[in-house]
T-cell receptor
Framework: DQQVKQNSPSLSVQEGRISILNCDYT??????FLWYKKYPAEGPTFLIS?????DKNEDGRFTVFLNKSAKHLSLHIVPSQPGDSAVYFC?????????????FGGGTRLMVKP | NAGVMQNPRHLVRRRGQEARLRCSPM?????VYWYRQLPEEGLKFMVY????????ESGMPKERFSAEFPKEGPSILRIQQVVRGDSAAYFC?????????????FGPGTRLLVL
């Protein structure tokens, strides 16, 4: 039972354009959502997060949107840069989790072409 | 301000041997999480520890796997009698607390290869 899904395994975008990465979840108890970026042979790097009391959070070129009714979140990167090429994971945690463990999606590989 | 540290970065073991993976959390962080990533998959939660306590081990296999976070020293994930299916990347993450902001910061991972 995959509670967090990233349905697009890969995405290719031209440099300077917008990258939109999507994530869907099924567990209505999730109240905190995060996006991580991962390069090969490295650990995930935290990018941006959003609490369920908000519907948008922005940090520089990165904006995360949360649609609770649709159980959907998205990460927008604008403008996209070649250095953004990596695998992006969305993750979620629930207030009911004793330890706030993160449930991850399967990842989306973003390729930004120069 | 050092981040989460893991060692070794790469570990090769033969079937039946033991693997020990170490994790030092970020300074000021007292909560440690271990995740496993199989090839072409997302990360899967294994265990959550605080100093000297296992809080949640619901994601960890009941046999052959154990974890500890002693009062002094790094957290250890131990895999006994490794099998080929244990080959994966093991990531450790830490956070300053379990409440409030729950961002976890990850180490570089240990890539375990079982021959």
């Amino acid at each position: 039972d995959q509670q967090v899904k990233q349905n697009s395994p890969s995405l290719s975008v031209q440099e300077g354009r917008i990258s939109i990465l999507n994530c869907d979840y099924t567990n209505s108890m999730f109240d905190y959502f995060l996006w991580y970026k991962k390069y090969p042979a490295e650990g995930p790097t935290f990018l941006i997060s959003i609490s369920s009391i908000k519907d948008k959070n922005e940090d520089g070129r990165f904006t995360v949107f949360l649609n609770k009714s649709a159980k959907h979140l998205s990460l927008h990167i604008v403008p996209s840069q070649p250095g953004d090429s990596a695998v992006y994971f969305c993750a979620a945690s629930a207030i009911s989790n004793a330890g706030n463990m993160l449930t991850f999606g399967g990842g989306t590989r973003l390729m930004v072409k120069p | 301000n050092a981040g989460v540290m893991q060692n070794p970065r790469h570990l090769v073991r033969r079937r039946g041997q033991e693997a020990r993976l170490r994790c030092s959390p970020m300074k000021g962080h007292s909560h440690v999480y271990w995740y496993r990533q199989l090839p072409e998959e997302g990360l899967k939660f294994m265990v959550y520890l605080q100093k000297e306590n296992i809080i949640d081990e619901s994601g960890m296999p009941k046999e052959r796997f154990s974890a500890e976070f002693p009062k002094e020293g790094p957290s250890i994930l131990r895999i006994q009698q490794v099998v080929r299916g244990d080959s994966a990347a093991y990531f450790c993450a830490s956070s300053p607390s379990a409440g409030g902001k729950k961002t976890q910061y990850f180490g570089p991972g240990t890539r375990l290869l079982v021959l």
